[in-house]
């Protein structure tokens, strides 16, 4: 093993049917180390952490381990505890309704002859040690979901762990909670804990963490120490491109109906959600296509979901053409003429036991009432006019959407949403997964609504897509605005300088 290693993973492989998801990585994690892992939404970070954690075999390379002469077989996450891995998640999988004591030692007691008085004790001690404010007793369900992550980590902590997976720990904790995650994670450091830290948070990365590994696509990018690879460079890595080398992509959109100068079609002034996102402020106008753009967990779909309410708000003014409006929840937004195609059209945007037919006429019956539903043959016409308008391959109208290709599925929401008429139409990932003549149909047609005189926000993790499509973007990092980009700033070298914080 390397000096000083306490884990080593060489040439690691996953296969699933039709998906690399990854192709020989390799990754070292060294005593009393923070080592983050980073990677865009597909990169190969997850599926990395739970073959190491023995949720899934892997299919290639093999796992070393401090303290062991020969590779580890780790078969379940139980094989992975026993050996010394223990992973905290973002999801807390403690029990609420026990204490803090009994969750720390939950699994490890024995029976009723528990000596619940010297557990308690010892819990104290280490909750003490670790500086962690919260009593034995106390059930865990009253604690703040900091409180509750700094337990499951005492827990593994007093389990002797080797290696310590936090996965997106920060992501529900306000500044003040972070920081003191933070003076926990460096004191485990100096116990020489080896910390794998898994977060989309760059200001975080550079916080606390001494070296990252970057992953994309299912494969290693490499391995840096964090002074030695400036955010800009992370960003660039992280994203495929490379920062010297971009090219420049200008729209020839049509622009007869874009008008700047006018009223805003939707104007939030301070909106506040409570998704962790900072209140920001934001316009688009007549035949405007804007968007919001930043890395995976930056706070892009969360702005948009409070624009559409499908996230509670509760704060800010809100502006439709002028005049002031409450959008506490979807219907809201629809009925003032926005609709909005969610980031994940499985489990947000379509019903997959429903036809095709079903799915495209539901925002319009919903918006009219489900009292009151249309005939057969006009959710049949509806249905025809955009199937045939967007090119939608099905079978038939009744054919179950689940059937379909995801860039079908993709199509048929955005004909939900155009069936609605909507003034100011929100396209969160609408290109994901499909291909890529259906990426350039989905562009044009996003192009053709703004000539039409629509507004439309887009939203994709593809920067080149961005600024194919957009004339203005909104920059975002960690739950907060930090830039708006327009004309000759709209480039990929101004974009990426400022998603990681105006580095040049």
Sequence with gaps: MTEGAVLEMRGICKYFPGVRALEKVDFTLREGEIHALMGENGAGKSTLIKVLTGVYPKDGGEVRLIGSDHPVHIRSPQDAQNIGIATVYQEITLCPNLTVAENMYIGRTKGPLTNWKKINSSAGKLLDELGIPVGPTEQLGNCSIAIQQMVAIARAVDMECKVLILDEPTSSLDEQEVQKL?????????????????????????????????????????????????????????????????????????????????????????????????????????????GFTGLLG????????????????VGGVVRINGKNVKIRKPLDAMKNGISYLPEDRKLDGIVGDLSVRDNIILALQVMKGFFKPFSRAQAEEFADEYIKLLNIKTASTDTPIKSLSGGNQQKVILARWLLANPQYLILDEPTRGIDVGTKVEIQKLVLKLAAEGKSVTFISSEIDEMIRTCSRLVVMRDGKVVGELKGDDLNQNKIMATIAGGES
Excluded: W
């Design 182 to 290: 933070f003076n926990l994670m460096r004191d485990l450091k100096a116990k020489g804990v080896g910390i794998i830290f898994v977060t989309h948070f760059l200001e975080q990365v550079y916080e606390v963490c001494d070296r990252i590994t970057v992953l994309r696509d299912g494969m290693l990018v490499g391995e840096y120490i964090i002074e030695d690879l400036p955010r800009v460079q992370l960003v660039s890595k992280m994203l495929g491109k490379d920062f010297d080398d971009m090219a420049d992509i200008k729209s020839d959109a049509d622009t007869e109906n874009l008008d700047l100068n006018g009223t805003p079609v939707y104007q939030a002034i301070n909106l506040t959600g409570t998704t962790g996102i900072k209140p920001f402020d934001f316009e688009i106008h007549k035949g405007e296509v804007n």
């Design 298 to 313: 930056s706070g892009r779909s969360e702005s948009v979901r409070a624009i559409f309410g499908a996230d509670r708000v």
